[in-house]
């Protein structure tokens, strides 16, 4: 499968994130855990050079919990402080404040020396579209904050959320682009939902899904359409889909592009179980 795709306006978030970096001392990076590779641009490791950093492996309600944990031990063997979490669970997110500490010590300790006290942390979201920074800063910084830097007479720019004594996050994150010169990150990213299906060939898309299903979570299709077979070629498969949820055509002919649509929409809803679609590579 061939995915292209343009960066024009990258080029604008990239100069704006640059900008953004200078103000901050830590950045937080979401990434989405079913795909924490393939959902980063590696990029982002000379944009924050020199800022504390951390990782937060999102959307791990709908990934493999095994593999979640081998992907934090990974990031961690990385010096990069990993959280799982679920953005639109603030239960999940409780973890975060200790971790933002422990990322910054080196900060806050070359402050203490210079004899800066009680200096907040400033902090920076970002992640590629759709991995959950809207929805993380939302439940993160909750209702009861305020928000600074909304004077008149200022230009409006970007405005900081103070969520305690310690930290002040920047209200709009940092988008980084996906970065896919190989074709596997494409695939994946286009299973989970992050590249517009338009310019997808959905029913080759959802053949790929079920060949790394068959190999990997073999009982996920049966289980979830209560296929009869469910082995054999992805193209039988989706048939057999189509039938089982009665994806049918006007003459009576299976619809298969329906089936297909309907299985990516289960897979990125977690109606499959959770799934997993890169694992870490040993270090
Ligand atoms: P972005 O700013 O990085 O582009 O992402 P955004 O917050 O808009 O989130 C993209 C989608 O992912 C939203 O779903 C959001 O609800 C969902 N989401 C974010 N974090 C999590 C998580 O930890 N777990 C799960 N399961 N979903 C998460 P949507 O369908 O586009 O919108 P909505 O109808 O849910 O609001």
Not at 58 to 86: C, M, P, Y
Not at 174 to 180: C, D, E, Q, S, T
Not at 240 to 251: D, F, Q, S, T
């Amino acid at each position: 499968m061939n995915i292209q795709w343009y960066p024009g306006h990258m080029t604008k978030a990239k100069r704006g994130m640059k900008e953004d970096m200078k103000l901050i001392d830590l950045v937080i990076e979401l990434v989405d855990a079913r795909v924490p590779v393939s959902s980063r641009n590696p990029d982002i490791d000379q944009l924050g050079a020199g800022k504390a950093r951390m990782v937060l492996l999102n959307k791990s309600d709908l990934a493999d919990e095994r593999l979640n944990g081998r992907w934090a031990s990974w990031f961690e063997a990385q010096k990069i402080h990993t959280v799982k979490i679920d953005a639109r669970n603030r239960g999940t997110l409780k973890q975060i404040q200790s971790v933002v500490q422990e990322a910054c010590k080196e900060k806050l300790e070359r402050d203490r020396r210079r004899g800066i006290l009680n200096r907040p942390v400033r902090a920076m979201v970002v992640g590629i579209p759709n991995v959950g920074k809207s929805t993380f800063i939302n439940s993160f910084a909750g209702k009861a904050c305020a928000r600074t830097g909304d004077k008149p007479g200022v230009t409006k720019g970007n405005q900081w959320i103070r969520l305690n004594k310690t930290l002040e996050l920047l209200d709009t994150p940092g988008i980084l682009w996906p970065k896919f010169e190989d074709q596997q990150v494409g695939v994946k990213l286009a299973m989970i939902g992050s590249i517009n299906d338009q310019i997808l060939n959905k029913d080759e898309l959802a053949c790929e899904l079920i060949r790394f299903l068959n190999s990997y979570y073999p009982q996920a299709l049966s289980e979830r359409f209560s296929l009869e077979d469910g082995k054999g070629q992805p193209e039988h498969i989706l048939e057999e889909i189509a039938r089982a949820r009665a994806c049918l055509m006007k003459g009576g002919e299976l619809d298969v592009s329906r089936a297909a649509a309907l299985l990516l929409d289960d897979f990125r809803a977690g109606k499959l179980g959770r799934i997993t679609l890169e694992e870490p590579k040993e270090q």
